[in-house]
């Protein structure tokens, strides 16, 4: 199982979904599947632009579970 630190990096910034869609230009529908962790997939652009947004590592994004 992959986890995803969206929620996380959100919180400690004080943003909420739009102001990530917006500042990453990414789709509202795509932030809010990250943030829920129900997404199944995602783009490498997509991480891109929130590993860019938050200036972390994609290991600070998301973590392998055993």
């Known amino acids: 199982m992959v ?3 969206l ?3 959100m919180g400690e910034r004080k943003l909420n979904i ?3 869609a917006r500042e990453t230009g990414l789709n ?3 932030v809010t599947l990250l943030y829920k962790e ?3 997939r995602v783009e490498l652009d997509a991480i891109e632009r929130l590993c860019r947004l938050f200036d972390c590592q994609v ?3 998301f973590e ?3």
């Open 59 to 61: 290991g600070d994004l």
């Open 38 to 40: 129900t997404a199944s």
């Open 18 to 20: 739009a102001d990530v």
């Open 7 to 9: 929620s996380r990096l």
């Open 64 to 66: 392998v579970l055993e």
């Open 28 to 30: 509202r529908n795509t």
């Open 3 to 5: 986890r995803c630190y």
